[in-house]
């Protein structure tokens, strides 16, 4: 295909690639894009990368859209995102909210995208890896038998068997499908700033007249300390992303893999000093933390 050929608006596959570049660079909106990145806001497409080894995202769904025809023109992905990639050279399937389209509210298109991800990871023994942060259900999109059977939490994932590891991170305000991602998760990290709520405040003063903010309702204090609904609380976005993938480090890919093994090292010598962090009374308490970091391999203990 020549050059001209490829800039005549009459040629469908350049038209198709147009389109894809278009979707996957601007979103819900360049102008909303350019203002996250102005401050300092990853888009999801940004975290996936985080994740995710460099340039290994391949990304499934792109041009779905909202069923709804007057929302048509601008709900490009339907408010999710997801495809398959590599984390330390293996094979992972990743998805999440794009909150540049309705806030990554949970309509009926992107809940079937995330669902054949999904599907995908357990047919080809992959872990799952999903990136939160959402305004929750979609309204009208979830009313009805057909909208509430598709944005409800998939029975895949409320039913786990546990064939391939899961883990979620939370980014920002998560209300809703992301929240129900967590609790289905084997693992769980929550960046310092964002909220893991079933709803949002506003529903909550509306229904009972509390009024509460979204530290107290679902801050990584409240939920490291508290509810124990998360495993890791971060400060960055950065440390996230290296939780994720340290702790997948740690596993096999699926139930029927062995896990990652270290190489043997022979030039290990006994330490004497395990034997004097461990009290030979049994009613003394000790320093576990000091006692895991010393038999450990440096750098490889996760809390």
């Known amino acids: 295909m020549t050059e001209e050929e490829n800039d005549n608006p009459l040629d469908p596959v350049a ?44 990304e499934l769904g792109t041009h779905g859209r909202s069923m709804r025809l007057e929302d048509r023109h601008n709900t490009p992905g339907d408010g999710k995102v997801g495809g398959e990639g590599r984390i330390d050279g293996r094979p992972v399937a990743i998805g999440g909210d794009d909150i540049t389209v309705k806030k990554g509210s949970s309509a009926i298109v ?36 057909e909208g509430i059977a598709d944005v409800a939490p998939d029975p895949e994932l409320t039913q786990r068997r546990r064939q391939i590891p899961m883990a979620t ?30 709803t949002s405040p506003r529903v909550f003063e509306v229904a009972t007249g509390e009024i509460i903010g979204f530290e107290e309702l679902g801050g990584v204090d409240v939920h490291s300390r508290i509810t124990g609904q998360i495993d890791v609380g971060v400060d960055t976005f950065e440390e996230g992303y290296e939780a994720v993938r340290k702790w997948l480090s740690y596993l096999p890919s699926n139930a029927w893999t062995n896990a990652p093994r270290s190489e043997y090292r022979a030039d290990l010598e006994p330490d004497e000093s395990l034997a004097g962090m461990v009290p030979l009374k049994r009613t003394r308490g000790y320093d576990m933390r000091r006692f895991s970091a010393a038999l450990l391999d440096p750098g490889t203990f996760m809390e």
């Open 15 to 58: 038209d198709l690639h147009e389109r894809r570049r278009r979707i996957r660079e601007e979103m819900g909106g360049a102008d909303r894009v350019a203002r996250m990145r102005a401050e300092g806001t990853p888009t999801i497409r940004d975290h996936i990368d985080g994740v995710l080894d460099s340039d290994s995202f391949r």
């Open 110 to 145: 992107g809940s079937r995208r995330l669902h054949r991800i999904y599907e995908r990871a357990l047919e080809r023994g992959m872990p799952y890896v999903y990136i939160g942060e959402t305004g929750g259900g979609r309204i009208p999109d979830l009313i009805g038998a």
């Open 169 to 198: 991170m939370i980014v920002g305000q998560s209300f809703g499908g992301s929240s129900f991602q967590s609790a289905f998760s084997d693992f769980v990290v929550q960046v310092r700033g964002s909220v893991l709520a079933v």
